[in-house]
């Protein structure tokens, strides 16, 4: 079946898209909206504004890549669609960070999983970090209203035998497990998401909003770093950025300078408090950065005697929240369990080891299972936490300290991965852990846990959802944006990313980040209309 490039197909109409690494001088752009970062957050804005009659410049830093480009290629799609190549890590290199860089953002890589903030978390935000409008109730039009126009819904096939291990698992022990919502529309069950959808069937913004945007006489830039803000007194002027050379290696030397009535920051946890940070934005509490939040990630590897191939098919299809609330929002940490796709690069780099061992595994992949669980960090004061900051040349990294309440939740979340892998029938289970050896048993896998050194490097630890650094809140001494996403000391200035989240949300942030970013972006259209009146 030949599958239409329909991106490719709108670059040769009236599409306004500009490549900076082919600039030859530089630029000046005036548009009366400018929005940096095409993830959920600033393409669902994008979107939204343009509809409502504005003229809207969305800027993104990384490379533009269509259905044509993904190959399903590991070597490939790494260097050109991740941030740093896929080596994005801690500021001590002990915790790997996956987020997309391209047009398009995270939502051009991620395994498609969508869940509403649930609402113990809205609660929590409301109690405890003064976010205001955000109650599950007031979010649900907003959630429905993305959910229709993403193709959100229950993944109707059987789940793969990856998945199946811990739904057989959960169903054994008894415990919570469901089907995971997707975002897709005729999905061709190819599990290799991550790697960018070769059919399009993955709704994400550059099948969806991005194209909208530019129907509407929208203009995308793209391989164009942003920089720094312009500041004159409580406004911000102008955004200054640089052109980037095709590989988004290089600058090229030159200078886009952006002119805009309002300026929306959508660059993830990350980007969005680096440029900030790098812009000198008023920050008289010390907010910025501060209060960035991972769903910290464990890994739990088992082996099977019949064949998993847990490279193919849909690649997250069940969850399970048995252990998320169990102790409440404050009590013990929480965590949910998912299955991720295994592609043999990604899995030997989760996996890592040398010698005669980590082969042997690899060798194994075919009839192996993976577990992870998302750790929910930033409820309990004493949970882990991470600031991002600036190296010596401006890129932004994240600072995070673990705590033992984290590391007992560490500990926990392997002995629960391993209970429910046994379960599904595993013949052995692997924690990965620098010391950890293959447990033929429950009994042995818990001896063996509770015995394991848990510190940094001695254990892989990962994340694909980074949240806050830009948290909201109506006490500026506490919050970087008001409930409405307004920067509390720039006027003309918002924030329509995850970075938002006073916490981390106990669930995969991107339907969240949709539907909050598609509330905040009507509400901006309708202030700034009736300013225009």
């Not at 939040?293 to 739990?300: E, G, K, R, V, Y």
């Not at 990604?346 to 009839?367: E, I, Y």
């Not at 806050?468 to 003309?492: I, K």
């Not at 106990?506 to 949709?514: E, K, R, V, W």
Request: include cysteine.
């Amino acid at each position: 079946m030949t599958v239409r490039d329909t991106f490719a197909e709108g670059l040769k109409g009236n599409w306004q898209v500009t490549n900076a690494s082919q600039l030859e001088q530089h630029l000046t752009i005036e548009t009366d909206i400018a929005i940096v970062g095409s993830g959920a957050g600033g393409a669902t804005s994008a979107e939204i504004l343009s509809a409502a009659g504005f003229r809207v410049l969305l800027i993104e830093e990384g490379g533009l890549f269509t259905s044509s480009s993904f190959r399903m290629q590991e070597h490939e799609a790494y260097p050109a669609l991740y941030q740093e190549g896929l080596g994005r890590m801690s500021k001590d290199g002990a915790i790997t960070i996956l987020q997309g860089r391209a047009v398009g953002g995270t939502t051009l890589v991620n395994w498609t999983s969508c869940f509403r903030t649930p609402e113990p978390t809205l609660a929590h935000w409301a109690s405890e970090h003064g976010v205001r409008d955000h109650s599950s109730e007031e979010l649900a039009p907003w959630f429905a209203r993305m959910e229709e126009r993403l193709g959100i819904a229950p993944w109707s096939l059987p789940p793969n035998a990856n998945n199946d291990v811990l739904r057989r698992g959960c169903e054994t022990l008894g415990l919570h497990h469901a089907p995971i919502r997707r975002n897709v529309r005729q999905c061709w069950n190819l599990g290799f998401c991550g790697l960018g959808c070769p059919t399009n069937a993955k709704q994400s913004m550059l099948v969806t909003s991005i194209p909208a945007l530019l129907d509407r006489g929208g203009q995308l830039l793209y391989l164009a770093r942003a920089e720094r803000l312009a500041l004159d007194g409580d406004r911000v002027s102008g955004l200054e950025c640089v052109a980037m050379d095709d590989r988004c290696v290089e600058p090229t030397g030159r200078r886009i300078r952006v002119r805009a009535r309002h300026y929306i920051l959508a660059g993830g946890s990350i980007n969005t408090p680096g440029l900030l940070l790098r812009s000198g934005a008023p920050d008289p509490h010390d907010r910025v950065g501060k209060r960035t939040f991972l769903h910290l990630t464990t890994f739990s590897w088992a082996q099977f005697d019949e064949r998993i191939n847990p490279f193919y098919g849909a690649p997250q299809s069940v969850y399970s929240d048995h252990f998320q609330w169990q102790d409440g929002v404050t009590g013990a940490m929480g965590y949910k369990l998912e299955v991720p796709p295994m592609q043999p690069g990604f899995s030997a780099t989760v996996l890592g080891g040398t010698g005669v061992a980590h082969p042997q595994l690899m060798q194994q992949l075919p009839t192996s299972n993976m577990m992870i669980a998302l750790l929910r960090d930033g409820f309990h004061p004493d949970s882990a936490e991470g600031t991002v900051q600036l190296r010596s040349d401006d890129s932004p990294v994240l600072d995070y300290r673990m705590t033992d309440y984290t590391w007992d939740g560490v500990r926990r979340s392997l002995m629960s991965m391993a209970e429910i892998q046994f379960a599904a029938g595993a013949r052995s289970v692997i924690p990965v852990h620098n010391d950890a050896h293959p447990a033929r048993s429950l009994a042995e896998a818990r001896a063996m846990i509770e015995q394991l050194e848990l510190r940094r490097f001695k254990i892989r630890l990962g994340s694909a959802h980074v949240m806050g650094g830009c948290a909201m809140g109506e006490d500026p001494r506490q919050a970087v944006t008001d409930s409405l996403g307004r920067h509390h000391h720039l006027e003309n200035l918002s924030v329509h990313d995850g970075s938002l989240f006073p916490t981390s949300i106990g669930a995969n942030p991107q339907l969240s980040i949709y539907a909050i970013a598609a509330r905040l972006s009507s509400q901006l259209a309708e202030r700034l209309t009736s300013q225009s009146t």
